[in-house]
């Protein structure tokens, strides 16, 4: 026997509506038996997180562990685009500076004198 969500009342198993008070009665949701974790759709979803919070959004319900797997991976593709973004923005600033102060007086020079022709001519 079972119990109504809304009133309490004890209620028969299959029973459809309470016969006490006339709501609905809910039957539990049962996992889906191909539901399960899915490390292939995680690296899916890492890879391009878009589809990983589209499947998330999609399977919460029906398949909520290979749901969980799409959201975790997608996640961590976020965060590693963000921390991939930052390091090479980094990166590139030392690179540059680094380029830039190797440069000596005369290689400088060179470099405007080279420009300076360079607008003569196309002109």
């Known amino acids: 026997m079972a119990f109504c969500r809304n009133c309490g009342a004890q209620i028969h198993d299959e029973a459809v509506v309470c016969v006490n008070c006339g709501v609905a009665v809910e039957k ?3 996992a889906k038996e191909d539901d399960k974790k899915s ?3 995680a690296f899916l979803c890492f890879l391009i997180p878009v589809l990983g919070l589209i499947l998330y959004l999609v399977w919460k319900d029906d398949y909520p562990l290979k749901a969980k797997s799409c959201a ?3 996640i961590v593709g976020v965060i590693f685009g963000i921390v991939g ?3 090479g923005g980094i990166l590139g600033a030392v690179i ?3 380029t830039f102060s190797m440069l000596d007086e ?3 020079y060179e470099l405007e004198e080279g420009y300076e022709y ?3 001519h196309l002109r």
């Open 28 to 30: 539990p949701k049962t």
């Open 39 to 41: 490390g292939g759709f």
């Open 72 to 74: 975790k991976g997608a």
């Open 85 to 87: 973004s930052i390091v």
């Open 96 to 98: 540059g500076f680094t």
């Open 106 to 108: 005369s290689m400088l």
């Open 118 to 120: 360079l607008m003569i």
